[in-house]
């Protein structure tokens, strides 16, 4: 089992910066790819962005490409989340989760709890 731990979230005005971080235990991290998704109230959980296990190649849904960046710290078993210039669309609960080796946009086996991010305008 993998065990993570979202925070970092708050409320934040339009156009400010937060950064998300996901603290993971229970197995070897550096085995994982990791991503982030979001979900809005009323809509459907959606794919962030993500980060593989190894070679750092990094995807993102296009909605954040350009202000949001991931990253990880294999040392720490953590995951971050960077994200500038928000919008109050990016408004949601944003949880992580992990997979075995290869980042894809959906099959993730393992996921945290979330951590609220609100962006007032």
């Known amino acids: 089992q993998v065990q993570l731990v979202e925070s970092g979230g708050g409320l934040v005005q339009a156009g400010g910066s937060l950064r998300l971080s996901c603290a993971a235990s229970g197995r070897t991290f550096s085995d994982y790819a990791m991503g982030w998704f979001r979900q809005a109230p009323g809509k459907e959980r959606e794919f962030v962005a993500a980060i593989n296990c190894c070679g750092g190649n990094t995807y993102y849904a296009d909605s954040v490409k350009g202000r949001f960046t991931i990253s990880r710290d294999n040392a720490k078993s953590t995951v971050y989340l960077q994200m500038n210039s928000l919008k109050p669309e990016d408004t949601a609960v944003y949880y992580c989760?992990?997979?075995?080796?290869?980042?894809?946009?959906?099959?993730?086996?393992?996921w945290g709890q979330g951590t609220q991010v609100t962006v007032s305008s």
């Open positions: 989760a992990a997979q075995w080796r290869v980042a894809r946009m959906t099959g993730y086996d393992y």
